[in-house]
């Protein structure tokens, strides 16, 4: 089992930033790959960046040049910068975690296993 607990959220304005981070614990060296993803009311969750073995990086279309994931293992961290926010950027943001290589296309939540609760961006003028 693996828990992930998110915090960074909060409310920023047009061409903000925010980091996000994702504190992991449990059978961490189960891990193999980790990922944010978003969720607005309504709407389906969307893959937003992934990270595999602490270095092989991918991103959605909607956020690429906006936002960096990066993972700390020595603190059991996992971050997201996000810059250049715009409104539609406003979600939930959660952090998930896989025991295995990706094997959906792009970035899948059927890759992950273990989810956290989520945390709150808004982003307004």
């Known amino acids: 089992q693996v828990y992930l607990v998110e915090s960074g959220g909060g409310s920023v304005q047009i061409g903000g930033s925010l980091r996000l981070s994702c504190v992991y614990s449990g059978d961490t060296d189960s891990v193999y790959s980790m990922a944010w993803f978003r969720q607005n009311t309504g709407k389906e969750r969307e893959g937003v960046a992934s990270?595999?073995?602490?270095?092989?990086?991918t991103y959605s279309d909607s956020m690429k040049g906006r936002v960096t994931i990066s993972q700390d293992n020595a603190k059991n961290t996992l971050y997201l910068q996000m810059d250049s926010l715009e409104p539609e950027d406003t979600a939930m943001y959660y952090c998930?975690?896989?025991?295995?290589?990706?094997?959906?296309?792009?970035?899948?939540?059927?890759?992950?296993?273990?989810w956290g609760q989520g945390t709150q961006v808004t982003v307004s003028s």
């Open positions: 998930a975690a896989g025991p295995d290589p990706r094997i959906w296309a792009g970035i899948d939540a059927r890759d992950f296993t273990y």
């Open positions: 990270i595999e073995e602490e270095r092989h990086t």
